[in-house]
């Protein structure tokens, strides 16, 4: 597996870092006074992308906080290329009253963004934030606001840390980029 990679863009160590630092701005802005009510929580990862990310991130939010689960497809079988979302499945539990932290592995195109955070808006939260470990330089990404970055990426297709290429490749702990045989070699022709 290792020898599909082209070159590592993130390491596991710089993950770790900026993992913390983001939990930190996480917890200035759910701590009360700075949201209303009891400050009730519920963080969404979207899977399976940012299962991993979401698994660290939570660590380092020492708060009373539920869990929900939402399944989203952007890229069926495989591609490098966003074909649309559409919601697979979702288990998030009664959002209404609550702060929700929506977690995502890479905001690309935008659309996998608006299309949850539109659905969670009409299950009557209190408020709902956005956080992404990635961001590529896109303009739907651009038009897409988002409350946590982790990193601004080229454009490119990366894998690893939860980010996958034809369901491969997630268990990787750097982000990094795959040999261009491999991709072709996995990609379908059209
Ligand atoms: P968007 O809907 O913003 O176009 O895309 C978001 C989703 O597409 C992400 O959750 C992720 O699943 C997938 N995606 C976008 N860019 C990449 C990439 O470079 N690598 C991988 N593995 N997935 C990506
Ligand atoms: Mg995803």
């Known amino acids: 597996m290792q020898s599909d990679v082209e070159r590592v863009l993130i390491t596991q160590a710089q993950i770790a870092h900026r993992v913390r630092e983001l939990a930190g701005q996480i917890m200035l802005d759910h701590t009360p006074p700075a949201i209303s009510g009891d400050g009730q929580i519920t963080i969404i990862p979207i899977l399976t992308g940012a299962m991993i990310f979401t698994a660290d991130l939570i660590r380092h939010l020492p708060m009373r906080m539920k869990i929900g689960l939402l399944t ?12 649309g ?4 499945s979702q288990q998030v539990g009664d ?4 702060h929700v932290l929506l977690v995502d592995d890479i905001l690309d195109s935008g659309g996998t963004i608006r299309l949850v955070r539109d659905l969670l808006w009409e ?11 990635l961001r590529k330089p896109t303009p739907g990404a ?37 040999r261009r045989d ?4 996995l990609e379908p022709k059209p």
Do not use: H, W
């Open 182 to 185: 491999i991709i072709d070699s």
């Open 72 to 83: 989203v497809s952007s890229y069926p079988g495989q591609s490098v290329r966003s074909r």
């Open 85 to 88: 979302s559409s919601l697979i």
């Open 95 to 98: 959002l209404s009253g609550r």
């Open 142 to 178: 651009a038009a897409t606001p988002a409350d946590y970055v982790g990193f601004d990426i080229p454009d490119e297709f990366v894998v690893g840390y939860g980010l996958d290429y034809g369901d491969l490749y997630r268990n990787l702990p750097d982000i990094v980029t795959l």
């Open 123 to 133: 299950m009557g939260p209190a408020s709902v934030k956005v956080c992404v470990l």
